[in-house]
């Protein structure tokens, strides 16, 4: 399992001076969620084009708790390995779905080539209050790590070829981790280091946070990790904060609450232009701020938008810009569906 030593507060080995190298860089990362209709795939390459041209170390997209985008994601995630040269992260929940039923949805991704994963317990589906988690399921994210790690080595115990090739693309998975607890899930931030812990223990490689608005909640949650013995990588996850109809939605969905000052300062705003500036202003104070702390890297919940996202890591300085070349023609078009988790 890597191990890193990164900690909250900067430790002497970032203090000390020495030339900045290309990979000093934080990582930077985006999260997508399948496209809903086929109207929508087409808006939606317009956005990956425009975020693979920052190059971030990888884009992630979301998956329905109860399995309803397993042939949406699999699509976005088919085309982000074929179309570009970003390499996707695919969300995987379990608690809606059999062991058997999840085992063999791994070993769809991992027939299509696809070699990074997070792994999530996901969510029960909004307004379906008599809705009970699959008795054959996982119940914890950590099981699912296991699971993906023993699919993967019973793949390789199969065929040297296999083998080689997963010695050659190493597996990675990725986990949650929640900065204010988990309000929705009804557990706290002592709860959630319990099965971060966990999540490291099952072989997670590193973990990307839930959204926080304050970076000091990032920045404690690192420091009681570190405490604790989790010593995984963990990426902050920030939201561009400038649709205040978007934030009270993520407030409503996630349990995180949008600070009112910020909303009032979104909604005083006399033009959207002016709205934009103020909300980007609030999400790069809390981007330098966690960056200035440590952060290994900045993973941005983009909602299917380029822009905002992009003019938040202008603001962080972490723009890259490299062109990228046009996807090949005759893309195939994704089936529609109805995500019941959007991004969170
Ligand atoms: P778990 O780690 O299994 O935690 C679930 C509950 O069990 C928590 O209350 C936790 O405290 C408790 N628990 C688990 N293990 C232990 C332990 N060892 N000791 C004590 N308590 C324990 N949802 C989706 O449906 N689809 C997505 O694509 C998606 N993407 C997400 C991406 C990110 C970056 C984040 C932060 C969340 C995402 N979610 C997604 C939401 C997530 O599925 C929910 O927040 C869910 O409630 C918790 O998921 P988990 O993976 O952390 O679960």
């Known amino acids: ?37 086929p109207q929508t795939l087409e808006k939606l390459w317009t956005t990956v084009e425009a975020l693979a041209a920052v190059r971030p170390d990888f884009i992630s997209v979301t998956y329905g708790a109860s399995g309803s985008t397993r042939q949406t994601t699999r699509d976005l995630v088919r ?16 608690v809606g779905t059999s062991r058997d039923e ?13 070699r990074s994963f997070l792994a999530l317990r996901g969510d029960p589906p909004a307004g379906q209050p008599d809705w009970r988690p699959n008795p054959a399921g996982l119940t914890r994210a950590s099981e699912l790590v296991d699971l993906i790690r023993e699919v ?31 309000p929705i899930a009804g557990s706290s931030r002592e709860q959630d280091l319990r099965a971060l812990q966990a999540k490291q223990d099952a072989g997670a490689d ?19 990790a570190r405490a604790a ?25 996630s349990g995180i609450r949008v600070p009112r000052e910020l909303l009032a300062a979104l909604e005083a705003a006399d033009s959207p232009a002016q709205r934009h500036r103020v909300g980007i202003r609030a999400s790069v104070e809390v ?39 046009p996807p090949p023609a005759g893309r195939p ?12």
């Open 102 to 114: 999840v085992t063999a949805i791994i070993e769809e991704f991992l027939d299509e080539g696809v």
């Open 206 to 224: 590193f973990a990307i946070t839930q959204l926080f608005y304050d970076p000091q909640h990032y920045l404690d949650l690192v420091r009681d």
């Open 287 to 325: 981007a330098k701020a966690v960056l200035d702390g440590g952060a290994p890297g900045l993973h941005i919940y983009t909602f299917n938008k380029h822009e905002a996202a992009l003019d938040l890591l202008e603001g962080a300085h972490l723009r890259g810009g490299a062109p990228m070349a």
């Open 229 to 253: 013995g989790i010593t995984i990588p963990i990426v902050a996850g920030l939201i561009p904060t400038t649709e205040p109809a978007r934030l009270l939605r993520v407030e409503a969905l």
């Open 79 to 94: 085309e982000l390995l074929a179309s570009t040269s970003v390499l996707p992260i695919a969300h995987l929940t379990c």
């Open 152 to 182: 993967e080595a019973a793949r390789c115990g199969l065929s040297p070829s296999q083998a080689l090739r997963g010695a050659a693309h190493r597996l990675s998975v990725a986990v949650a981790a929640f900065p204010n607890g988990n």
């Open 333 to 344: 078009q994704s089936t529609p569906a109805q995500p019941d988790y959007i991004s969170i």
């Open 1 to 37: 399992m890597p191990t890193t030593g990164f900690s909250g507060a900067p430790s002497p080995e970032r203090a000390a001076p020495r030339p900045a190298r290309a990979n000093d860089r934080p990582t930077v990362s985006f999260e997508l969620f399948p496209p809903r209709t």
